[in-house]
C-alpha cells in the first residue's frame, strides 16, 4: 500500500501505544493517517510503563486460562466495567503479544527461549510477559518502527510539535476535522479528516507534583472534547500507585513487579526505631500486606495495597520515622535475579535516591498513576459470543459522531480499580479495535470531510486563535505554572487516596477558584515563537475543568468502590470470617444491595452549572456480581 | 506578582546556572545567569521547571522562561538531553548535588537549535529510516504464529541496544556527526550516527529482521555509512543507558566486510 491514493483521511492524536496502534490498523485497512504529537514520536508515556502485560500463554505449569484473565480483571475492577469489552480484549491478548513479538519487542525469555511470564497484583497465577523493567519503552519502540516504516512508505505523516486544541463538527454535528496548534510557530490551523482517533493519554498532572505520570500526561486533550460535548465517564475512579519513590519534582515509579518478582513491603514496629533497616530484626518489622492478606500478600490489587500503606502511615503512625514512607525491600533476593528482571528501575532508583536495591530496601508512598475513567466509549456486543462485535463501527465511538478514543483516554476496560499490567495491554489493544472501528465508520461514510462547510473550520479556527491572542494579551498577576501547582495541591489533598463529601465539596469549590483567578493570567512571556508558556496556560485551564469533572463524579457517588474510596459508606468486610460463615453472609446482603444502588457508570455532561452527573447500566452478562472482592 | 519559589522548605540553598539562551533557530545565542534555589534531589530538569514559575536573571531582570523538553524525568523517553557543563546527558538525571557549580547549560550541538534548549532532532529519525530501523511485517494482525525462540543469552545482548531512546547524546558527541558534515551527496549522505547504527545491530540480531540483513548493511556501507565511524569511541563514553555503541560498531565492521565479499562473489 503506498501512496494512499484510495481510502480515507484519518487524524490520530497521540504517539503513544494506543495511538500508534490505531495508525497500524487504519492504514492496514488502506487509508491514511496523520499522527498528530506534542513531540517527537517515540516520547510517550507509554516508555514509562515498566513491569509488563498480561496475556494469558499458560506456560508457567499453572493451568492459567483465557477465563481467569477475565474474571480477574472484572473482579479487580469491582465489577464495574462493561464486561463484552473485557471479554474480548482478555481473548485477543495472546494475539497481541505474538503479533508484539513479530515486530522484534525483546520480550525476557525463559531458558527455552520462550517467552518468560512473571506474577503481578491481584491474580494468583504467573500472566505478565515483560521486557527486563522497561515493557512500555519496549512495546511503544516496536510499533513506533512500524509506523516509521509506513511514514516512508507515505502512508502516514507524522505532524510532530503539533497540539490538539478542538474538534470542528459540521452541521450534523459529526466530527470532521480537528484545530491544532503549531507549538513552534504557534500558528492555529484547522486540519479536515474523515474520522478522528484520541489517543491522548492519562492526566495524573492534575495531581503533579505527587504523581508518576509524565508532564505530558494532563488529560487537557480530553477535557478540550468533553467541554465540546464528549461525555466523560467514570471520572472518580484515578488509580494511586502504591509504590512510587518519594520526590519533590515526580514521585517516580517503582514497578509492581518488584513485589512479584517477591519484593516484600514492610515497616519498623517502632516507628522511632532509627537504625538502618537491614539492623532491624525480622521479629520487629511489620509486613502489614503478608500480614493483612495472607493469601495475596504483597500482590493485593493497587488500590488495596495503596490503603494498606495509607493506614499504616496516616492513621496507625507507623511510617518510617512517622512519615510518609514505608520499605519495599528487594534485599534478600538473589542479586543476579533482581538485576535482569527489574534493572531498569534498580538503575532509576539508584540515580534518583543515591541508593541501591540491592542493598537497602527503597522507600515508598503512594502517587498518582492511572485514571481508570475517561472519554466514554460505545460498543456493539456480539450476541453469539458475549464479546465486542469484531469490526463494528461502534466499537470505541465516542458520544460525537466522527470521534473515536482509545488508550488511557477512555474508560472502557478497567472499571473501579486496574490490575496491573493491564493497561500496557489495554492501550494496544483498544488502539487497535478503533482502528478497526474507524475503519469500519469509513465504508459507511457516505460524504468525506472534504464535503464539510469551510465556514466550520474558519469559525473553529478564529475561535481558538482568540483564545491566544487574549492570554498572549493578560497583564494580570497570576503564574500559570503556578496554577498548576495549587490545582496538584488541592486535588491531591481532597480528590486523593481517601475522600469524604465536605472534602470534595471544598474541592468543587476550590476548583472554581482557581478557574476565576485564570481571568487574571500572567503569561510571563510573549514571544510568538515556541512559547512554552502559552501552551502550558491552556493546558493548566483545561486541567482545572477537568478536575471538576473528577471531583464532581467523587461527589455523587455516595460508596465505597475500588480506587474511590469515602469511608462514611464504606460496607467493611468482616475481619475473621469467611464465605459460608453468618457474619460474612450478612456482608454479601449489604454488599449486594449496595451494588444494587451503586453499581452503575457515572456520566459526566458539560451543563451552564459545571458537570452534569448522570450514570447508566453496566453490561454483568458474564460474570454475575456474586463474590465481594476478597484477597485475605 | 511577589517572588516565591515553589519550596516547602525555608533557607535552602542555591546554585548559579548559566543557560545559553536562543531566541529563534536563526538568532544569536546569548547567555544568562540565574541564581536558583536547590531542594534536596533536585535535578536540571526540576530546576528548570521552578524556573518558570519566577524567571529572573542574577541582575533582577524579569526574562522569558527557558524554553526547554521534558517529560518522564526519570530518563527513559529521551526528550530532556542537553549540554550540561559540556557533556551531553538527559537533563532529568543530572542531579545538582554532582555537579560542578556554576553549572552551565547549552542546547544539544550538532541538532539546529529551535529556541534556548530546544533542538529539533530530525536528522536521528531521518537517519533510523534510511538504514531501515524495523522488522518487517507483512501487517499488524495475528498470524497466528509466535516469532522464532530467542536464547536468554541472545536477549540479554540485544536488550541492550532496544533500550536506546534516540536522546541524541551519541550523535552530539561524535566528531563525525553534524550538519557541517553534509558530503557531497547532500546532508541525507552524512555520517548516519552511532545510535542508528546500533539500531542496525539490533534488527539484524532478530531471528526475522535477519531476512533483510543484506539491505541494512547495504544503506551503512554507501556514503555515510560505517566508514565514516572516526573511531572516537565518544559515543559509548557518553550514553546514558550504557549501550556498548562501540561494539555494535565493531559487529557491523566485521558485517559489512562480510557482505562486502558476498556481493562478490555471491549469487546476485
Known amino acids: 500500500m503506498s501512496g494512499g491514493q484510495k481510502g480515507g483521511q484519518v487524524i490520530v492524536i497521540g504517539g503513544g501505544l494506543g495511538g500508534l496502534w490505531a495508525t497500524l490498523a487504519i492504514a492496514a485497512a488502506g487509508h491514511r493517517v496523520t499522527l498528530f504529537s506534542l513531540f517527537e514520536v517515540m516520547r510517550s508515556h507509554s516508555a514509562c510503563a515498566q513491569g509488563g502485560i498480561n496475556a494469558v500463554l499458560d506456560g508457567k505449569g499453572q493451568h492459567d486460562s483465557v477465563q481467569q484473565h477475565i474474571v480477574d480483571t472484572i473482579k479487580g475492577g469491582s465489577y464495574l466495567a462493561n464486561q463484552p ?3 474480548s480484549m482478555c481473548e485477543d491478548a495472546p494475539g497481541l503479544i505474538r503479533t508484539f513479538e513479530r515486530m522484534g519487542v525483546t520480550f525476557s525469555r525463559t531458558p527455552e ?8 497484583g491481584g491474580v494468583k497465577n504467573k500472566r505478565t510477559c515483560f521486557a527486563g523493567a522497561s515493557t512500555g519503552q519496549q512495546l511503544l519502540y516496536g510499533v513506533d518502527q512500524q509506523v516509521r516504516r509506513l511514514e516512508t512508505e507515505g502512508q502516514v505523516a507524522k505532524q510532530e510539535w503539533w497540539e490538539f486544541l478542538s474538534i470542528v463538527r459540521d452541521d450534523d454535528g459529526v466530527c470532521r476535522g480537528i484545530v491544532a496548534m503549531d507549538l513552534r510557530s504557534l500558528e492555529v490551523r484547522a486540519f479536515r479528516a474523515d474520522a478522528v482517533v484520541l489517543a491522548t493519554g492519562g492526566l495524573g498532572q492534575i495531581y503533579a507534583p505527587k504523581t508518576t505520570c509524565s508532564t505530558n500526561s494532563t488529560g487537557a486533550a480530553a477535557s478540550r472534547v468533553y467541554q465540546q460535548g464528549a461525555r466523560f465517564a467514570n471520572a472518580e475512579f484515578f488509580q494511586f500507585h502504591p509504590t512510587a519513590m518519594l520526590g519533590a519534582d515526580k514521585t517516580r515509579l517503582m514497578t509492581e513487579a518488584a513485589r512479584g518478582e517477591g519484593g516484600r513491603v514492610w515497616v519498623p514496629k517502632d516507628p522511632a526505631d532509627r537504625r538502618a533497616p537491614l539492623r532491624i530484626p525480622e521479629a520487629e518489622r511489620f509486613y502489614f500486606l503478608e500480614d493483612w492478606y495472607p493469601s495475596y ?16 502511615t496516616r492513621e496507625l503512625g507507623l511510617g518510617i520515622g512517622g512519615g510518609d514512607r514505608v520499605y519495599l525491600d528487594l534485599t534478600h533476593l538473589e542479586r543476579g535475579f533482581v538485576s535482569t528482571r527489574l534493572g531498569a528501575i534498580l538503575s532509576i532508583y539508584r540515580k534518583f535516591a543515591g541508593q541501591d536495591p540491592l542493598t537497602t530496601p527503597m522507600e515508598i508512598f503512594p502517587a498518582a498513576h492511572y485514571a481508570m475513567g475517561g472519554l ?14 469484531r469490526g463494528s463501527p461502534r466499537n470505541h465511538a465516542t458520544s460525537i459522531a466522527g470521534l473515536y ?7 472502557a476496560y478497567h472499571g473501579a480499580n486496574r490490575l496491573g499490567a493491564n493497561s500496557l495491554l489495554s492501550a494496544s489493544y483498544s488502539g487497535r479495535v478503533a482502528g478497526e472501528a474507524v475503519a469500519s465508520y469509513l465504508s459507511g461514510l457516505e460524504r468525506g470531510a472534504d464535503a464539510a462547510p469551510a465556514a466550520s473550520f474558519d469559525a473553529e479556527t478564529a475561535r481558538q486563535a482568540e483564545i491566544n491572542q487574549r492570554l498572549m494579551r493578560s497583564s494580570g498577576d497570576q503564574n500559570p505554572f503556578r496554577l498548576h501547582r495549587e490545582l496538584g495541591e488541592l486535588m491531591t489533598t481532597k480528590v486523593g487516596v481517601i475522600r469524604d463529601n465536605a472534602g470534595l465539596d471544598g474541592a468543587i469549590a476550590d476548583l472554581s477558584a482557581l478557574e476565576q483567578r485564570f481571568e487574571r493570567l500572567d503569561l510571563g512571556e510573549s514571544s510568538t515563537w515556541a512559547n512554552q508558556s502559552l501552551a502550558h496556560a491552556r493546558q493548566v485551564l483545561d486541567m482545572v475543568r477537568l478536575a471538576q469533572v473528577m471531583a464532581a463524579s467523587a461527589r455523587a457517588r455516595d460508596e465505597c468502590r475500588g480506587a474511590h474510596f469515602k469511608p462514611a459508606f464504606d460496607i467493611a468486610m468482616p475481619a475473621d470470617s469467611f464465605p459460608g460463615e453468618p457474619a460474612f453472609e450478612a456482608y454479601r446482603e449489604r454488599w449486594k444491595a449496595n451494588n444494587a444502588e451503586w453499581l452503575k457508570t457515572t456520566l459526566a455532561e458539560p451543563g451552564p452549572d459545571g458537570p452534569q452527573i448522570h450514570f447508566e447500566p453496566v453490561d454483568l452478562g458474564l460474570l454475575a456480581p456474586e463474590q465481594p472482592r476478597d484477597y485475605r | 506578582m511577589q517572588a516565591r519559589m515553589p519550596s516547602e522548605s525555608p533557607a535552602c540553598e542555591t546554585v548559579e546556572l548559566q543557560i545559553r539562551r536562543q531566541d529563534g533557530p536563526t538568532t544569536k545565542p546569548y547567555w544568562q545567569t540565574f541564581v536558583c534555589p536547590v531542594r534536596p534531589g533536585a535535578n536540571v530538569v526540576s530546576l528548570l521547571m521552578d524556573l518558570r514559575e519566577h524567571c529572573v536573571t542574577q541582575d533582577g531582570t524579569r526574562v522569558d522562561p527557558v524554553a526547554f523538553e521534558h517529560n518522564c524525568m526519570e530518563e527513559v523517553c529521551g526528550a530532556c538531553a542537553m549540554l550540561i557543563n559540556g557533556s551531553p546527558r538527559p537533563a532529568c538525571s543530572a542531579l545538582i548535588a554532582e555537579l560542578e557549580a556554576p553549572i552551565r547549560l547549552e542546547p544539544l550541538p550538532k541538532f539546529p537549535v529551535v529556541r534556548d534548549l530546544m533542538v529539533d532532532r530530525a536528522a536521528l529519525f531521518a537517519h533510523l529510516k534510511r538504514v531501515k530501523a524495523w522488522i518487517k511485517l507483512d501487517g499488524p494482525w495475528d498470524v497466528h504464529e509466535r516469532a522464532p525462540r530467542v536464547s536468554p543469552k541472545e536477549w540479554q545482548a540485544n536488550y541492550l541496544y532496544s533500550r536506546c531512546m534516540s536522546c541524541g547524546c551519541c550523535m552530539a558527541a561524535c566528531p563525525q556527526f553534524g550538519p557541517q558534515f553534509g558530503s557531497q551527496f547532500g546532508p541525507e549522505a552524512s555520517f548516519v550516527g552511532p545510535a542508528p547504527l546500533a539500531q542496525v545491530r539490533l534488527m539484524n540480531a532478530h531471528p526475522t529482521g535477519r531476512y533483510d540483513k543484506a539491505e541494512r548493511l547495504h544503506a551503512i556501507m554507501a556514503d555515510g555509512g560505517l566508514s565514516d565511524c572516526g573511531n572516537a569511541q565518544n559515543c559509548v563514553r557518553v550514553c546514558p543507558k550504557a549501550i556498548p555503541l562501540t561494539t555494535a560498531i565493531g559487529e557491523l565492521g566485521r558485517e559489512t566486510t562480510l557482505q562486502a565479499f558476498k556481493d562478490l562473489f555471491g549469487p546476485h
Open chain 1, 113 to 120: 527461549g520462550l517467552l518468560d511470564q512473571r506474577l503481578f
Open chain 1, 85 to 87: 469489552p473485557i471479554q
Open chain 1, 405 to 411: 478514543a482509545c488508550g488511557e483516554c477512555d474508560y
Open chain 1, 376 to 389: 466514554w466509549v460505545d460498543y456493539e456486543k456480539d450476541p453469539a459470543t458475549g464479546g465486542m462485535r
Open chain 1, 297 to 312: 500478600g504483597n500482590t493485593v490489587p493497587r488500590d488495596i495495597a495503596s490503603r494498606a500503606i495509607w493506614k499504616v
